[in-house]
């Protein structure tokens, strides 16, 4: 976050105007719509105004907005990276990296979880096709180290260490998006309509760890990342994906990493690929094809079609019996909208 949004953060928290803003720290309009823009920067005075007026710390407003004053690293930037071997799907919050070696032989996951470049890892899981075998490791949320949830003392081992956000610089980056700190309510499918509302609804992320299950998912509007695990069941799924929105619903355009590892792996949706060349590209989808509540094997790809849906609420229908519900006023760790 910069300093123009933490600024912007704390005066959409009173319901101000930039005008009414402006007036209770003497200044103009215009002068706080540049903050906000971080075109420029208040004189330490009026830092210490809005400490006083809105009952917030300096050092809040300072540290929360921090990256304006980071010379070196520019401005932080939500987005996803790709290289030879890997790809990182980066937010404010979190890094998702997956990876894997050069003969494709160990497929891994990490999730980092922090704030901007200061993130550490909380969970992993690392699939050797050779021998079969596939490892996790996981911390529940606000436990240490000693209360991991774990397969493997290799990988448990690994919890806790720092991220290395240089390994990005030497990637492709394929997507930028922002967090949106606006706390706007998100529009619901009268106002927009389905295609806009799966899009909108879906951009975001979430993230709960248990001793039970670890899942966190993340949608930047194009790709979907998954990582996710149930020990009980060594019920394991670690997932990218390109899912584009049509007009009924979801198509999927092609999942390029997947670990899916469920006890013995006999089930025959129990699969493991990794593709970091895959590009989703220009699809035409065949949505002649689509029927309302189907989920319809093309070609190209899969059809998840809407099956039934209310102004707040929009459900496709799965393969089987699965179901895939969207909410609008689903509580999301982060939001994100478009650079």
Known sequence: MTLGQRIKEIRMEYSLSQEEFAEKLGTTRQTVSRWELDQTYPEIEKIV????????????????????????????????????????????KFALVFYCSSDKNVLGAKLYKGYEEKKYLVAVCERNMLAEKTEYAYLPQNSGTDNAVANSERLTKMLSEVYDSSLKKSMRRLESFAVDHSGAPLPSVKEVGIPKCLSLWRMSDGYFATHDRLHFFLCTGKTEYIFSVEPENMNIYCGASYNIVFDLGLFSGGQFFRIRNYKDNSEKWCSFTCDFSYEAGEINIPTDQCELGKCIQTSRGLMWCVKRYTDDEIVLQGCGDDEYTYRREDKRTERFSFL
Request: aromatic share 12%.
């Open 49 to 92: 105004l809005i400490s006083k007026l809105f009952s917030v710390t300096t050092d809040s407003i300072l540290k929360d907005g921090i990256s304006t004053f980071d010379s070196e690293l520019g401005y932080f930037t939500c987005g996803v990276y790709r290289g030879a071997l890997c790809e990182i799907a980066e937010t404010e």
